[in-house]
């Protein structure tokens, strides 16, 4: 949903399709990269604290 809006709001800026996808979608991915790496580092830190218990 989130890449999808992203390419939304560039085509509602410009108009251009083409250009809405290729200057949407990096920016979405560079966002939920970002999430998928918080959420990793917090499930293993969760691991570990529950291994020590």
């Known amino acids: 949903m989130f890449v999808v809006s992203s390419i939304h ?3 509602a800026h410009g108009g251009d399709a083409r250009r809405a ?3 949407g979608s990096p ?3 560079r966002v939920v990269s970002a999430a998928a790496l918080i959420m990793v580092a917090v499930l ?4 570990r604290c529950r291994r020590r218990s």
């Open 9 to 11: 709001e560039e085509y």
């Open 21 to 23: 996808v290729r200057t």
């Open 27 to 29: 920016l979405a991915f």
């Open 44 to 47: 293993r830190a969760s691991s």
